[in-house]
């Protein structure tokens, strides 16, 4: 596969590539627009300096108990089970994760409209934007897997067409986040540096890496080398918690062992200056609830209905 012209971040390669250094801004609004919302100057710097940022406590015990009432009705509802946007665990037929769940629910929906997340993503990406992705992840007690190192970038460059860095991931916990049940893990100022993986990529490559990631996973040597260099982070706490991360931040999470649940609302905003294109593993187009391409639209705030914060 010829490398294209427009391509910034090449991946997916036949043999190991050096790894690039950053070539977009990691906060992109600038001047009056940068300190113009909820984030105060300290917090852009942290998000600059780390590629992410933690609120315990964002939404309130009653929001969250809401949310995570429709979670069970999920995963006892057989018409989700056999969604294509439903993945379940290899072998099982146990829920991974639902895909495209701002579609599926009108209160998720108005979450992502929240006039303060908005603004929240207005300063980081220094435009309007629309979602890129949105999911709920399952993650049981006992028997719930983990995920591989992974930059979602990568990810969504190669097998989405998304050209540059400047889309933010939300991750909101509908239970607690303890060290025992498998949280996020991230690797910080790992954003600042964009790592080419090996490994050319299959059609609908996606029906096996969203069981399990095999492709777009950094070398040993590479996470190695960014861990030693930067260490690692796994935030915790109770449900309601939210952690915003930058699309080229390394994250996983290890297999859930402990007797407590571990899910999260995940939801990915795109700057409407981002449109995808081409994927650029030269695959065909992944289905919408991956990669959206038609509700690309900036996204209008509407009233929290509901859905408050803490504090």
Known sequence: METRTDDFYPTRLERPAAPITRMDPIIHSQGKDRTNGPLSEAELAMYERDGFLVFNNF??????????????????????????????????????????????????????RNP??????????????????????FKPGFHGKGFDWHSDFETWHAEDGMPRMRAVSFSIALTDNTPFNGPLMLIPGSHKTFIPCVGRTPEDN?????????????SDKDLKRMADQHGIKAPTGPAGSLIIFECNTLHASNANMSPWPRSNLFFVYNSIENQLTEPFCGNKLRPDFLGNRTNTSALAPVAKDGLQRTG
């Open 59 to 112: 939404l309130d015990k009653e929001t969250i108990r809401r949310f995570q009432d429709d979670l069970e009705a999920y995963e006892n509802d057989d018409s989700i089970l056999r969604s294509e946007g439903t993945i379940t665990e290899t072998g099982k037929q146990e829920i991974r994760s639902v895909f495209g769940i701002h579609e599926l629910s009108s209160r998720f929906d108005k979450l992502t």
């Open 206 to 218: 996606y029906q096996s890496s969203l069981k399990k990631q095999e492709l777009g996973v950094p």
């Open 116 to 137: 303060e997340i908005l603004g929240m993503v207005h300063q980081l990406l220094g435009s309007d934007a629309y979602i890129h992705q949105s999911r709920i992840n």
